[in-house]
């Protein structure tokens, strides 16, 4: 199993230029999560999914837009890029809400986005 | 407001050398609490999960423990390759969120 994948691994945009950033798992989960991570703010949620069909915002959500695709996709996109959105993105999917169990989260491997 | 703090946010130690990492929380009822290892350039990967006071969990030289306002993930006896940053993270209930820390970057040395 691959686990969470994303794509593209790097990337550099001019600010007001548009592009979407790809993220797939194959474990069957339920939920799926966008995070940001700057220098001294940790990881912090841009959007999640908490099923096949929606879609919810999270702590830092403006300048950003997400399509949960099917059950394993979930992408996360720019319209119109600006230098403050400069940051490595990860994508992580979980089992979703259950009755037991913590819901641990599963990541990947980043996207390192630079707006010029 | 759920909140995580971790300290200190860089440590260096000796190889060899004990020590341990804190992680404060404030959350409206504690559903799990989490650690992360992430190292540079890639992404979070997933340590271990406590859900009540007095909990406890190993993996080889690391150990985690929780009380009811903080976790600590105590390293054993730490190798160079245990270099990385640690991350901790907590979900309340009737949510699948998570809030994570900022983290604390720990540097081995031979």
């Known amino acids: 199993n691959a686990g969470v994948t994303q794509t593209p691994k790097f990337q550099v945009l001019k600010t007001g230029q548009s592009m979407t950033l790809q993220c797939a798992q194959d474990?069957?989960?339920?939920?799926m999560y966008w995070y940001r991570q700057d220098p001294g703010m940790g990881l912090r949620l841009i959007y999640y999914s908490a099923s096949e069909g929606t879609t919810d915002k999270g702590e830092v959500p403006n300048g950003y837009n997400v399509s949960r695709l099917n059950k394993r996709e979930f992408s996360l996109r720019l319209e119109s890029a600006a230098p403050s959105q400069t940051s490595v993105y990860f994508c992580?999917?979980?089992?979703?809400?259950?009755?037991?169990?913590?819901?641990?989260?599963?990541f990947g491997p980043g996207t390192r986005l630079t707006v010029l | 407001e759920d909140q995580v703090t971790q300290s200190p946010e860089a440590l260096r130690l000796q190889e060899g050398e004990s020590s341990s990492l804190n992680c404060s929380y404030t959350v409206s009822g504690l559903r799990g609490l989490f650690w992360y290892r992430q190292d540079p350039g890639k992404g979070p990967e997933f340590l271990f999960t406590l859900y009540s006071a007095g909990e406890e969990k190993e993996k080889e030289r690391l150990k985690a423990t929780l009380t009811k306002k903080e976790s600590f993930l105590h390293i054993t006896a730490p190798k160079p390759e245990d270099s990385a940053t640690y991350l901790c993270a907590v979900r309340s209930y009737n949510t699948d969120k998570l809030i994570f820390g900022t983290g604390t970057r720990l540097q081995v040395f031979p």
């Open positions: 992580a999917s979980s089992e979703g809400l259950k009755r037991e169990g913590g819901n641990e989260q599963f």
């Open positions: 474990m069957n989960h339920n939920s």
